[in-house]
Structures are given as C-alpha cells and as structure tokens.
C-alpha cells in the first residue's frame, strides 16, 4: 500500500517536472524586434488550427490567452510607435472593438487545409486589438509538384 501512494507520488513529481520543463517561456522584447512605419502584422496558419507565433505553433482555439497576450502585446508596440511619428490614430466605432484603429497591414497566410474558422477566428481577435485591414494571402505553390499531380492523375489544365 505505502509502495503504490509512493509510486504515484513520484510519477506525479515527474509528470509536474515534465510539465514545468515544457512549458513555453515567457516572450521578451526582442522576441518582436524593432518597428518601421509599413511593418505588416504577419499571422501563417496551419492546416491544425495552429498560428505562428514568435517561431512557435500556437492552437488558435485552446491557446487564446497566448494569441491574446501577443496581440496586445503587439498593439501597445505599434501604439507607441506611431505616437513616437505623430501620427493621429481614428477612434474605432464600435465600443465593442479596441480604442483605436491602426492603420497597420494584417497579412494572413493560411496553409492548404486550413480551416476558414481559424481565418475567421484571427481576424476577430485582431479586430478586438484595433488591427482592422486584412490581407488573405494565398501560400506559393510547388510547380514541380503540381506538375507531378497532374501527371499523376491525368489532369490537363485548362488553357
């Protein structure tokens, strides 16, 4: 009896270690880098509903605290910024949104297979951060492999 309470007491420390070892650090301000006047807002989606942040895979949907801080994160940087250029930020109109709208390119760049729901999804925390001009932009495609698609399937492109 006292061997198995001792058994799950370790694996509970291991599992608590394996844990606390994995976790994601948190970001620093150099994660971000420095700002310039066009800088777009990037945002690359996976076919698993993940996001691209900072060089790691976020899940949209059971992550959002994570999307969320990084975007706030993000529109306090690109606040500073263009108070630093004296550029006058609209209000936003909807109370909903956040204070102000920036006027700040958001590419979106989902992958084959990416559900719209996780594009849906990105836009709408962005627009909740002030980041209101999207731009969907379609991933480049392999001709090499597109040829061999076709050849493989027999498929003539139109011409």
Known sequence: MVRAIASWI?????????????????????DYGPLFQDDPL??????????????????????????????RKQAERYQQFFENE???LQPC?????????FPTEVIIEPEPKTK???V?????????????????????????AAAAAEERTG???PE
């Open 116 to 118: 719209a729901g996780t």
């Open 10 to 30: 370790a694996l509970g420390v291991v599992v608590l270690v394996i844990t606390g070892c994995t976790r994601p650090q948190a970001e620093s301000e150099e």
């Open 42 to 71: 990037y945002f690359r989606l996976n076919a698993k509903s993940e996001v691209q942040l900072n060089n790691r895979w976020v899940n949209v949907f059971n992550e959002q605290g994570t999307v969320r801080n990084y975007l």
């Open 120 to 144: 849906l999804c990105i836009q709408r925390l962005c627009k909740e951060y002030g980041f209101f001009r999207f731009t969907i932009k379609q991933p480049e495609v392999d001709e090499a």
């Open 93 to 101: 109109p909807d109370a909903r949104q956040a204070n102000v709208m």
């Open 155 to 157: 498929a003539v492109p």
């Open 86 to 88: 004296g550029v006058n």
